[in-house]
C-alpha cells in the first residue's frame, strides 16, 4: 500500500512538470520518425542519382570508343568541370570522373592496355553507390574490350571463364530493409534512456536538492517500498514515451513516399508487438538505474551529468556488433541494450525470432532491476546521502 501512495504521488508530481513535459513527448516522438524520414528521403535520393547513371569524363574528345561503349549501355556523358577535382573533396561532385589519356585511341588500335584514371571521393556516403557504378561501366567496358581481341585472334573468350559463379544470395527478403531500419531500434533504446531521466533525477537528486527527501525519509515508511513507488512512477513515464516512438515510427513509415523503401521496411504489427515486449523490461532497468545514478548526484545538475553517462554507454551499443566476428552471438542477449538491438534487428531482418531469445534480455533486465532497487534502497539508508547537498 505504501509502495502505490508514493507511486501515485510521485506521478501526480511528475505530470504537473509541463514544460518538462513537453520537451521529453517532441523530443522522442517526433525525432525518431523524423530520422526514418531523413534516411529515406537519403536513400531515394542516392538511387535517383544511381538511375540516372551519369558518367563525367574529363576529356570526352580523347576516348570516342568508351563514349560510345558508355552510350550503348545507357549511361549519360557529361563533361567534367574545370574544378572537379575540388568539387569531389568538398562533396558538391558525387560521381566519379574518368580521366582518358589523350593518346587514348592510339593505344588501343595498338592492341595495348591503356591506363585510366578514375578519381572520386568515397569519404561521402552519397557517392560510394554512384562511383560504384561508374567502376562496374569500366569493368563491362574492360570485358567486352578483351573478348573482341580475343575474338579478332581465333581465341575462344570462354578460354578465359574456367569459373561461372552462380550467385546465389541467402539472406532474407527483409535484411536489405533492415539496413535502412537500424535506426529504428537505436533510436528506440535511446528514448527508453532518455523517457526517464527527468523524472528520475527529479524524484531522488532533485528531491534533496529541495529539502524534501529528509521529512519522507523520517515518515515511519519502509524504505523499499518507497524506492518501489518511485521506480514504478519513473517506469511508466519511459514506457509510455516509449510507445508512443513506436506509434511515431508506425506514422513515418505511411509517408515513405518511395516505392522500393516501402517494399524493403516493413514494420507490422508483428514488429510492434516485438518491439514493445522488448523495450518495456529495458524501460523498467533504464528507470531503476537512472535513479541509482541520479541518487549520488547532489544536485539536479550533478545528477543529469551521471545520467549522461547510461545515455552514452547505450550509445555505444549499436557499435558493437561491427567489431565481432560472430554475428547474434548467444551471449548478447545476456548483455542489457545488446540483447534488445540484437533480437530487434533480428526481427527486421525477417528472421525467426524465438521465445528463449525474447525470455533471457526480459529476464536479465528484471534480474537487474531488483539488484539496481536493492541498492538504491540501501543507498538511502545512508546520512551521507540523504542529508548532503550542493
Given at each position: 500500500?505504501?509502495?502505490?501512495?508514493?507511486?501515485?504521488?510521485?506521478?501526480?508530481?511528475?505530470?504537473?512538470?509541463?514544460?518538462?513535459?513537453?520537451?521529453?513527448?517532441?523530443?522522442?516522438?517526433?525525432?525518431?520518425?523524423?530520422?526514418?524520414?531523413?534516411?529515406?528521403?537519403f536513400v531515394s535520393g542516392v538511387e535517383e542519382r544511381a538511375a540516372r547513371r551519369e558518367v563525367v569524363i574529363d576529356g570526352i574528345e580523347h576516348a570516342p570508343t568508351l563514349v560510345n561503349f558508355l552510350q550503348r549501355a545507357g549511361a549519360t556523358i557529361v563533361a567534367?568541370?574545370?574544378?572537379?577535382?575540388?568539387?569531389?573533396?568538398?562533396?558538391?561532385?558525387?560521381?566519379?570522373?574518368?580521366?582518358?589519356?589523350?593518346?587514348?585511341?592510339?593505344?588501343?588500335?595498338?592492341?595495348?592496355?591503356?591506363?585510366?584514371?578514375?578519381?572520386?571521393?568515397?569519404?561521402?556516403?552519397?557517392?560510394?553507390?554512384?562511383?560504384?557504378?561508374?567502376?562496374?561501366?569500366?569493368?563491362?567496358?574492360?570485358?567486352?574490350?578483351?573478348?573482341?581481341?580475343?575474338?579478332?585472334?581465333?581465341?575462344?573468350?570462354?578460354?578465359?571463364?574456367?569459373?561461372?559463379?552462380?550467385?546465389?544470395?541467402?539472406?532474407?527478403?527483409?535484411?536489405?530493409?533492415?539496413?535502412?531500419?537500424?535506426?529504428?531500434?537505436?533510436?528506440?533504446?535511446?528514448?527508453?534512456?532518455?523517457?526517464?531521466?527527468?523524472?528520475?533525477?527529479?524524484?531522488?537528486?532533485?528531491?534533496?536538492?529541495?529539502?524534501?527527501?529528509?521529512?519522507?525519509?523520517?515518515?515511519?515508511?519502509?524504505?523499499?517500498?518507497?524506492?518501489?513507488?518511485?521506480?514504478?512512477?519513473?517506469?511508466?513515464?519511459?514506457?509510455?514515451?516509449?510507445?508512443?516512438?513506436?506509434?511515431?515510427?508506425?506514422?513515418?513509415?505511411?509517408?515513405?513516399?518511395?516505392?522500393?523503401?516501402?517494399?524493403?521496411?516493413?514494420?507490422?504489427?508483428?514488429?510492434?508487438?516485438?518491439?514493445?515486449?522488448?523495450?518495456?523490461?529495458?524501460?523498467?532497468?533504464?528507470?531503476?538505474?537512472?535513479?541509482?545514478?541520479?541518487?549520488?548526484?547532489?544536485?539536479?545538475?550533478?545528477?543529469?551529468?551521471?545520467?549522461?553517462?547510461?545515455?552514452?554507454?547505450?550509445?555505444?551499443?549499436?557499435?558493437?556488433?561491427?567489431?565481432?566476428?560472430?554475428?547474434?552471438?548467444?551471449?548478447?542477449?545476456a548483455v542489457p541494450a545488446l540483447g534488445q538491438l540484437t533480437v530487434l534487428m533480428r526481427a527486421l531482418r525477417g528472421e525467426p525470432v524465438h521465445a528463449t531469445d525474447v525470455a533471457t534480455p526480459a529476464l536479465v533486465c528484471l534480474a537487474l532491476v531488483a539488484l539496481?532497487?536493492?541498492?538504491?534502497?540501501?543507498?538511502?539508508a545512508r546520512e551521507a546521502i540523504v542529508f548532503s547537498r550542493s
Open positions: 500500500m505504501t509502495a502505490l501512495t508514493v507511486f501515485l504521488k510521485e506521478l501526480v508530481d511528475a505530470l504537473r512538470d509541463r514544460r518538462t513535459w513537453i520537451v521529453v513527448l517532441v523530443s522522442s516522438v517526433v525525432a525518431g520518425p523524423a530520422a526514418l524520414l531523413l534516411v529515406s528521403n567534367a568541370p574545370a574544378d572537379y577535382a575540388a568539387q569531389l573533396r568538398s562533396g558538391k561532385l558525387q560521381n566519379a570522373v574518368i580521366r582518358p589519356p589523350a593518346d587514348f585511341e592510339r593505344q588501343l588500335a595498338r592492341g595495348e592496355t591503356v591506363r585510366v584514371d578514375v578519381l572520386f571521393d568515397d569519404s561521402h556516403d552519397k557517392a560510394q553507390p554512384i562511383v560504384r557504378a561508374t567502376l562496374r561501366l569500366l569493368t563491362a567496358f574492360n570485358r567486352e574490350l578483351g573478348t573482341q581481341r580475343l575474338i579478332a585472334r581465333g581465341v575462344s573468350p570462354q578460354l578465359l571463364a574456367a569459373l561461372e559463379p552462380d550467385e546465389q544470395n541467402l539472406s532474407p527478403s527483409g535484411a536489405r530493409g533492415a539496413q535502412l531500419l537500424f535506426i529504428i531500434p537505436w533510436v528506440a533504446l535511446l528514448v527508453a534512456v532518455a523517457g526517464s531521466m527527468s523524472v528520475a533525477i527529479d524524484v531522488t537528486a532533485g528531491e534533496r536538492e529541495r529539502g524534501s527527501l529528509e521529512p519522507l525519509l523520517g515518515n515511519p515508511i519502509d524504505v523499499h517500498a518507497l524506492v518501489l513507488g518511485k521506480w514504478a512512477a519513473v517506469t511508466v513515464c519511459s514506457a509510455a514515451i516509449v510507445l508512443l516512438t513506436i506509434a511515431g515510427f508506425i506514422v513515418a513509415m505511411q509517408f515513405i513516399r518511395n516505392e522500393t523503401l516501402s517494399a524493403l521496411m516493413q514494420f507490422g504489427a508483428r514488429e510492434v508487438a516485438l518491439f514493445a515486449v522488448m523495450l518495456l523490461p529495458f524501460s523498467a532497468l533504464m528507470a531503476a538505474v537512472n535513479m541509482l545514478a541520479a541518487t549520488y548526484g547532489r544536485s539536479f545538475k550533478e545528477a543529469q551529468t551521471y545520467v549522461s553517462y547510461i545515455t552514452m554507454l547505450v550509445n555505444v551499443a549499436p557499435i558493437v556488433p561491427l567489431f565481432l566476428s560472430a554475428r547474434d552471438a548467444v551471449w548478447q542477449l539496481v532497487l536493492a541498492l538504491q534502497a540501501r543507498l538511502l
